[in-house]
């Protein structure tokens, strides 16, 4: 699975910002796939994840961010509304084939290269 991340880029406070993940290679529907946030220093956090079984949300982004794929599957996008400064973080796609929790970067097995969100 090959997954690239677009869409980071600098907003102020209370603006938006729509992340997307592009998906190829052997990738199926089951597959559970996630947004996850790392700022420096700190570890990486699961942010939003989506999969059969529906979405799942951070407690600090319940509200604000929606996950969601398009009709093909072939893309992921995290839609981030009032952004707060505390979200500042480099973001990543990930796609894991068996997720029981489903914000553990720990179970997810392929990974983007990252894109930059800053708020200021």
């Known amino acids: 699975v090959q997954l690239v991340e677009s869409g980071g880029g600098s907003e102020q406070a209370e603006g938006s910002l729509t992340l997307s993940c592009t998906v190829s290679g052997n990738h199926y529907d089951n597959y559970c796939m996630g947004w996850f946030r790392q700022a420096p220093g700190k570890e990486r956090k699961g942010v939003a994840s989506i999969d059969s079984d529906g979405t799942a949300y951070a407690d600090s982004v319940k509200g604000r961010f929606t996950i969601s794929k398009d009709n093909t599957k072939t893309t992921l996008y995290l839609q981030m509304n009032s952004l707060e400064p505390e979200d500042t973080a480099t973001y990543y796609c990930?796609?894991?084939?068996?997720?029981?929790?489903?914000?553990?970067?720990?179970?997810?097995?392929?990974w983007g290269q990252g894109t930059q969100v800053t708020v200021s």
């Open positions: 990930a796609s894991g084939v068996y997720v029981m929790h489903k914000l553990d970067p720990i179970e997810y097995d392929s």
